[in-house]
Nanobody, 123 residues
Framework: VQLQASGGGLVQPGGSLRLSCAAS????????VAWFRQAPGQEREFVAT????????LYADPVKDRFTISRDNAKSTVYLHMNSLKAEDTAVYYC?????????????????WGQGTLVTVSS
């Protein structure tokens, strides 16, 4: 099983970035997926989740209306589209796949984790 996150980098405040996470080794379309993030010195926090079809999504309040989670089951890939980025969005972003088809905000809902990709928002 592998979740390979990519797309992180340095971006200016107000800019946009798209993260990707390619899954392999399990039936991706059966599982909810999510993005979490961890800033330096802070605990990992929930960002967004999508159910097995991508039709039901949940977002953390700090990213609502700026970030969009989507998935392409044919490509076994989940995306995080990030707009209007702020300095406080700087973190390592992790993708995760859940035990079930629908999942919530808690890390305990998630079975598989990617290695993380660093997003730095700075001028």
């Amino acid at each position: 099983v592998q979740l390979q996150a990519s797309g992180g980098g340095l971006v200016q405040p107000g800019g946009s970035l798209r993260l990707s996470c390619a899954a392999s080794g399990f039936t991706f379309s059966n599982n909810a997926v999510a993005w979490f993030r961890q800033a330096p010195g802070q605990e990992r926090e929930f960002v967004a989740t999508a159910d097995w079809r991508g039709g039901r999504t949940l977002y953390a309040d700090p990213v609502k209306d700026r970030f969009t989670i989507s998935r392409d089951n044919a490509k076994s890939t989940v995306y995080l589209h990030m707009n209007s980025l702020k300095a406080e969005d700087t973190a390592v972003y992790y993708c995760a796949a859940a035990y079930r088809a629908v999942a919530g905000r808690s890390p305990v809902d998630y079975k598989y984790w990617g290695q993380g990709t660093l997003v730095t928002v700075s001028s």
